[in-house]
């Protein structure tokens, strides 16, 4: 039976989940509706563009598509380096803490660059988040695409409810929890964004200061 969660760990995982909400509402705000992180929204309006033969946004989301893969691949690069158990939580702390520093980097982008700059970055620090991260208390765990949450959190609650499954009930619980998250990251990004501009995705890097400390608070802990 799993070990229920510790507060240390409630705070890392919400500033992963939040910030995970707040990508895709960022750039899909503020750089002409592409995705950071659900690189499958990306795949949809690119290929209704093409059938469309509108042009003009395909280049935005082709940039955000290959700097996901970059990302991805950089990501697990770092993984085979630092692989012993003893590497790990610092490797995690590394990924976190230059996640957050090029946010702030992408916040102070002049707004005369190239918009897909900023897209480009931020599609890099979702894709290591999500290379990184893979797992919440033993389980399969992603911090942006919430389908898969949505689906895992109904069949618990149908296993629970019905079934009388007290453990699997409180997977959906939690599972719950992560997609109320995400949802905060997501609804906090559109209130700040017509008051904060391009500023607010310093928003999410607060986020991840928040998970950074939880893995500073537990130099054992890693995910």
Known sequence: MKKPMSL?????????????????AYTYLVHDGVFSGMQTGNLIILG???????WGSIFDHLISIFAFMIGIIITRNLQHRFKEEDTINKRQKFVIGLEAILLVVVAFIPKSWPTQLSTGIVSMVAAAQLQEFRQINGGPFTSFMMTGNLRTMAESFYDGFIKGNVIVLTKGWRMLGVVLAFLFGATSMGALVPIMGTKTILLAAFFLLCSLIGLQLNPDKKL
């Open 8 to 24: 240390i760990d409630r705070l890392l995982f919400a500033g992963l989940i939040f910030a995970g909400g707040g990508f895709d």
């Open 48 to 54: 209704v563009s093409l059938g469309q033969g509108e």
